[in-house]
């Protein structure tokens, strides 16, 4: 399992409801959580490392020795966002090194299930608030790159192309998969889970 890099065409898709949660996908989660804390994360959400469905996982310690902390968020929906948005600084596993401020309601109302099936009707505030959010537009193909202003934006534009060019580069050595054979292990999980 890798954290899957811009402009990976999963990062673009809208990810699908998970109907079941097995052992296996257990695992996987548990992977996740284990790839976010090596990489220095607070969130990681599915389709980040190739699984297109509807799940993330949060720590906002970002500490493994916190497990109590830990949350993971199945087929997620955003009921409620309040509060006057706020702006700070975010970054992604996924846009390694970028940062920049984006717009957030402070405030958000959560429902979603828990990987041992029980419903979360939960509101949260703050800094997980922000997570939350964040993870949740990945679901939707949406990244933080895409909730900037056009001079935020363009203070990262070169960072961006850089990106692009080194994938384009791996794709051309064969490092990355062919869009094709992407497309083949998407069809196949979506088989597993949806």
Not at 105 to 133: C, L
Not at 176 to 187: C, G, H, K
Request: aromatic share 8%; net charge negative; glycine share 6%.
């Amino acid at each position: 399992m890798e954290i899957l890099k811009y402009p990976h065409p999963i990062l673009m898709q809208k990810c699908l409801p998970l109907k079941r949660v097995d052992s296996e996908l257990l695992n996987m989660i548990e992977e996740m959580f284990t790839l976010m804390y090596e990489t220095k994360g607070v969130g990681l959400a599915a389709n980040q490392v190739g699984l297109p469905y509807r799940f993330f996982v949060i720590n906002p310690s970002g500490d493994p020795e916190k497990k109590e902390q830990q949350r993971v968020f199945i087929n997620p929906e955003i009921t409620l966002g309040s509060g006057k948005p706020l702006e700070d600084e975010e970054g992604c596993l996924s846009f390694p090194e970028i940062y920049s401020p984006v717009l957030r309601a402070p405030k958000v109302t959560v429902r979603a299930y828990d990987e041992k099936g029980n419903e979360i009707r939960e509101t949260f505030e703050g800094f997980i608030a922000r997570i939350i959010q964040h993870e949740y537009d990945h679901l939707d193909g949406i990244s933080f790159v895409h909730r900037l202003n056009e001079d935020e934006y363009e203070e990262i534009r070169l960072d961006l192309q850089n990106m692009e060019t080194d994938y384009a580069k791996k794709k051309a050595d064969g490092e990355i998969l062919p869009d094709s054979e992407i497309t083949a292990q998407v069809e196949m999980l979506l088989k597993k889970w949806a």
